[in-house]
């Protein structure tokens, strides 16, 4: 019997030493990694290209040829988790840059640019070299989203294991500010089930 006790704490160690090892990986940006039905930092390249793809090949931009300006007022985050928005915008301002088809006012930076105008003018700076005032460009279409999402669990009952479903929804918009009219919408789901046993670490 002590034998065995042995035996088997000796196991058990074994187990648990395996259990605490770390370990890492490098994870190409293409790779869908999943642990669980939250979002996921792969999620963010399928959401940015579903966007970007349904923007370019549809009005007006698909029909535009002057490059028209578009000012990016965010992605409002309706989900009850911490998910960086801003992450996406970022990434669909850059991939529609990359397009040629776009340009965007840097709207992130106007403190920054109305502090050097200031510098500018202020008497230290060449006249010769100084940026003309009144000359920024306007932008003619504004970009903004919503992403929400939705949990449901299984009802209760006897299983093994306890089965969650997540739904994640971005939908975007395409603005005329002179207009005030809605040029272009589209949206695109993410849909996760997870199952997780009752018993487990």
């Known amino acids: 019997m002590r034998r065995f006790l042995l035996v088997f704490s000796g196991l058990l160690m074994l187990i648990l030493l395996a259990g605490c090892s770390v370990t890492t990986r490098e994870v190409a940006p293409d790779e869908q990694v999943i642990y669980d039905e939250s979002y996921h930092f792969s999620d963010k390249k399928a959401i940015v290209d579903a966007m970007v793809t349904s923007l370019l090949s549809k009005y007006p931009l698909l ?34 840059l990359a397009s040629g088809r776009v340009r965007f006012i840097n709207e992130t930076q106007r403190q920054n640019i109305a502090r050097e105008t200031s510098y500018q003018y202020g008497g230290t700076v060449a006249a010769e070299t100084r940026i003309q005032k009144a000359r920024q460009v306007g932008a003619r279409y504004m970009l903004t989203g919503t992403l929400r ?48 046993p009752f018993i487990g670490w």
């Open 63 to 96: 029909r535009a040829t002057d490059r028209p300006v578009l000012i990016v007022y965010g992605i409002a985050n309706r989900t009850s988790e911490h998910i960086s928005t801003s992450a996406m915008t970022d990434d669909i301002r850059q991939s529609l």
């Open 149 to 196: 999402s939705i949990e449901k669990n299984q009802p209760r009952q006897f299983r093994l294991k306890k089965k969650t479903l997540m739904y994640y929804s971005l939908n975007m918009e395409l603005t005329d500010i002179q207009t005030g009219l809605i040029e272009w919408a589209d949206s695109t789901e993410v849909i996760r089930e997870a199952s997780k």
